[in-house]
């Protein structure tokens, strides 16, 4: 893949019964679906009974005394599954309803995924603006220089492309996919539909 997207849960089976007697049923049942949604993705690779189960989730957790953290990953989590699906407009759409509730421990997690939808969705200009300001934060992390490296490939801006996708490569701690990088020093697009 061109560009680097992250999970905003983990380990969601040891959270589902925490405070069982001091919840509502709604989240109660609404973490049972964020669970059932996890599985569907960590077993399956089934995104499309995913989603329907994190939509299910995200209805419990919109009512009264459901603690809105559970409402937030909801939201966060089904933006990835819209991704997966390539619905790139419905994960911008869903990022940026999550990006609207109050500021979250997790933000910065979802301002990074940002970027990569607005690539995704073919807005690089936007695109453009918020990796330049996510990376003046944080100016070595990997997966925003490799994601600004893919916008400027989509923009033909060759050259800079180049530059970001090598030095990407020599900040990440894993392998980055190299057929971008192959790509900007050819001066050529490379095969989008075949990601």
């Not at 933000?107 to 969705?121: E, I, K, P, S």
């Not at 060759?158 to 970001?164: F, H, L, N, P």
């Amino acid at each position: 893949m061109y560009v680097d997207v992250m999970w905003l849960s983990w380990e969601r089976d040891k959270h589902v019964y925490e405070d069982f007697y001091n919840s509502s049923w709604d989240e109660i049942i609404g973490r049972v679906y964020l669970l059932k949604a996890h599985d569907e993705i960590e077993e399956d690779n089934n995104y499309t009974t995913a989603l329907a189960d994190f939509e299910q989730a995200l209805v419990l957790f919109s009512k009264e005394k459901v603690r809105q953290d559970y409402y937030y990953r909801a939201l966060a989590d089904k933006v990835l599954v819209h991704y997966f699906l390539a619905q790139y407009i419905e994960a911008l759409s869903t990022l940026n309803q999550a990006l609207a509730t109050p500021d979250k421990p997790d933000r910065a997690t979802m301002l990074d995924n940002q970027g990569a939808m607005l690539v995704l969705a073919g807005k690089f200009s936007d695109a453009l603006n918020v990796l330049h300001d996510q990376l003046d934060q944080d100016p070595q992390d990997s997966n925003l220089q490799f994601t600004l490296a893919t916008c400027l490939l989509h923009l033909e801006r060759y050259d800079e492309a180049v530059i970001i996708y090598e030095q990407a490569i020599a900040d990440a701690r894993y392998m980055h996919d190299e057929r971008g990088l192959t790509a900007a020093r050819q001066r050529t697009q490379p095969d989008w539909a075949d990601l």
